[in-house]
Nanobody, 115 residues
């Protein structure tokens, strides 16, 4: 089993920044994929950014140039640096981890962008 815990969400003003963290623990050997997704009420969960074990990254068009994903393989941690936040970034952000053929999700962390 793999446990996934996100942190770093909160309330921020438009134009501000936040840094999300996601830590995986338990049976972490073999984790090949870590990513951030977000979801708003009534909508499906959507990819924000992801990163593989070799460092390859992928971003949603809506966050390119504003968000940066990074990974600490030694600590099995993935970060999401979010800059120039706007109201459309308001959502619950979830961390997704894939180990071998199984997927694990965290409980989510709320990000609210509002003045």
């Amino acid at each position: 089993q793999v446990q996934v815990v996100e942190s770093g969400g909160g309330l921020v003003q438009p134009g501000g920044s936040l840094r999300l963290s996601c830590v995986a623990s338990g049976r972490t050997f073999g984790i090949s994929y870590m990513g951030w997704y977000r979801q708003t009420p009534g909508n499906e969960r959507e990819l924000v950014a992801d990163i593989t074990s070799d460092g390859s990254t992928n971003y949603a068009d809506s966050v390119k140039g504003r968000f940066t994903i990074s990974r600490d393989n030694a600590k099995i941690t993935v970060f999401l640096q979010m800059n120039s936040l706007n109201s459309e970034d308001t959502a619950v952000y979830y961390c997704k981890v894939r180990r071998l053929s199984r997927v694990y999700w965290g409980q989510g962390t709320q990000v609210t962008v509002s003045s």
